[in-house]
């Protein structure tokens, strides 16, 4: 696979998780507007999650239910 197309995939792949997109919707993007809603436009460092991003976080993003046997 080209650079390109690998960049291609890994930026819809982040676009449909963080952003719920869709491939047209991802295709529509101009690449800055893309890092804006991902959050890449700004300072590069992260603060720390805090307790409430965090709730949110497992929230949205549940772990799978696991069974033993």
């Known amino acids: 696979m080209s650079r390109f197309a690998d960049a291609a995939r890994r930026g819809c792949h982040a676009a449909a998780l963080a952003l719920g997109w869709r491939p047209a919707e991802f295709w ?3 690449p800055a507007e893309l890092r804006t809603c991902l959050g890449q436009d ?3 460092e992260a603060a720390a ?3 409430g ?3 949110q976080m ?3 993003f549940p772990d ?3 069974s033993c046997g």
């Open 28 to 30: 529509a993007a101009t």
């Open 42 to 44: 700004g300072p590069t």
């Open 49 to 51: 999650a805090d307790a």
């Open 53 to 55: 991003l965090l709730a």
């Open 58 to 60: 497992m929230e949205r």
């Open 64 to 66: 799978a239910e696991r």
